[in-house]
């Protein structure tokens, strides 16, 4: 007895399309995606606040160090304005939030805005 090996017929794996007709590829476009755009967390100078609380403030909700913080808090007191950090629109909204709430709980007027890098 002669024995033939066959080999199992392979799929055909060419796309088709329904109704016969050649195949249209789409090419894929990159897409530009902006970075975000960046606020800077400012504090304001007024006459009432303690500079120590300023400093503690920089300290705590901006992670800088006690020389930095102190150095931000006498540019806020000459300048009448320092930057604290620079943010995306998110994080800059929730530290001015952070530093308002925490200086009316303090019983203290300082002011903190957000406001665009340009």
């Known amino acids: ?10 799929p055909d794996l060419t796309p088709s399309v329904p109704g016969g007709g050649d195949a249209v ?16 967390v400012v504090l ?4 009432f606040t303690p500079m120590e609380f300023v400093v503690r ?8 160090d006690r020389e930095t913080a102190t150095q931000i808090m006498l540019k806020i007191h000459v300048h009448g304005r320092g930057v604290c950090g ?11 939030e952070q530093v308002t709430q925490a200086a009316r709980a303090a019983g203290h007027p300082l002011q903190c805005v957000a406001e665009p890098v340009e």
Do not use: H, S
């Open 1 to 10: 007895m002669i024995a033939m090996a066959t080999t199992p017929k392979q």
């Open 25 to 40: 590829v789409l090419e894929r476009r990159r897409q530009r995606v902006q970075p975000p755009k960046m606020y800077q």
């Open 44 to 47: 304001l100078n007024d006459d």
């Open 57 to 64: 403030v920089l300290q705590e909700f901006f992670n800088k």
């Open 86 to 96: 620079v943010y995306t629109r998110d994080v800059a909204a929730t530290k001015v």
